[in-house]
């Protein structure tokens, strides 16, 4: 893919091949971008500088300041709500400019950038890593307006060490579940659960199921899930199949009927339902709309 710039926004990369956004980078100063749901076909970096208010992104709301970093991935539902303008710096980009996906081992951004059901899609940035992030912008920003030979893969460098810089401050933030209480058992139950999410997801998708494995009460686990991670025990399972639902139509070329059969579905017009219950757009949709990934991106 070789984009262009548009003729409408000088900080703006098409796809030549379909007219759609590859790659965009923008400042803002206030609300008016993000004030409403947003389910965007695209990753979406927004870095708040000044302001603060409430997210609300996927089944949950959060309470956000300023010096915050959200990601979200395509599709993932997001508004961000407030009283005061907001101030900062978007970029965003199609995973046929990059995929997270295809790059995992050289950025390690996914499952903890992006697609990180267990923890809130943002994190703060500290002094440090904003002077590295102003740096990449601003050579984003001037690359954007000056192209020049191998325009593209400079881009895509810059971009990669946004996200590495990224997913390493987030990792940095994260709160390891072993520093919860020693003397309550969520911590172990929490770990339990997350391990048990990710091996059985494919064929164990009700409360239930995990309650019994880990020797409790439906009731009980999800009120610890909703403590912890802000969402209910149904939430975290339900997104974890839709974010290996969407990295399979992205990625492959399988049927949309083995998809769901290879995640526990027999019936490919109940998944094809909650996919788009769970998302507002059909499996085969988001398919054409974000990409079979057949690029090298």
Known sequence: MNPSISNQNALT???PQNGNLAFKVFAFSNNNHFDHLQRNNFYSLIWVNQGEGKLKADFSEYVFAKDTLFAFSPYQPFMLVTDHDLSGTAIFFHPDFFCIHKHHEEVACNGVLF?????PPFTEIDDASAGTFRMIIDQMISEMQKPALAQYELLIS?????????????????????????????????????NSIEEHFKTKHSASDYADMLNISTKALSKITKVHFNKTLTDLISERIIIEAKRELYLTHKPVKEIAYELGYDDEYYFSR??????????QTYREVVGFGHGDN
């Open 13 to 15: 990369l098409v796809n």
């Open 115 to 119: 697609n990180n059901i267990y923890e």
């Open 158 to 194: 810059y971009l990669k060490i946004f996200l590495i810089t990224a997913s390493r401050v987030k990792a940095r933030n994260l709160t390891p579940i072993q520093n919860a209480d020693s003397h309550r058992k969520e911590p172990f139950i929490l770990q339990n659960l997350k």
């Open 274 to 283: 909650f996919f788009k219950t769970n998302t507002d757009i059909s499996p």
